[in-house]
């Protein structure tokens, strides 16, 4: 049984730091890749960054860009994502994903995802 858990969630002040972890059980963990998605209240799910099953091969999304690292390490079956200077509008659910990924292409749409997390809270006050 597949499952992908996450981990490190909170409330912090704008401009602070958090650094989320996704420890995934189950699966070949190296023939997958991995993403981040958030959620806000009343809002779609949107891509946040991904990254290859192997290498260092990662797309984020504009909003992000410079704040945010995702990175993973095989060996601990576990992706990280990594929020620096966080802003009230990163305010969402935060969830990981897997998709089997044998290719070059790093995933940023939802749909090429085969398993999810359940998500973590993340609250940023102004």
């Known amino acids: 049984q597949v499952q992908l858990v996450e981990s490190g969630g909170g409330s912090v002040q704008a401009g602070g730091s958090l650094r989320l972890s996704c420890a995934a059980s189950g699966l070949p963990f190296s023939t997958y890749a991995m993403g981040w998605f958030r959620q806000a209240p009343g809002k779609e799910r949107e891509f946040v960054a991904a990254i290859r099953q192997i290498g260092s091969s990662t797309k984020y999304a504009d909003s992000v860009k410079g704040r945010f690292t995702i990175s993973r390490d095989n060996a601990k079956n576990t992706v990280y994502l990594q929020m620096n200077n966080l802003k009230p509008e990163d305010t969402a659910v935060y969830l990981c994903?897997?998709?089997?990924?044998?290719?070059?292409?790093?995933?940023?749409?939802?749909?090429?995802?085969?398993?999810w997390g359940q998500g973590t809270q993340v609250t940023i006050s102004s």
């Open positions: 994903a897997a998709g089997l990924n044998y290719g070059m292409i790093v995933f940023i749409t939802a749909g090429r995802y085969d398993y």
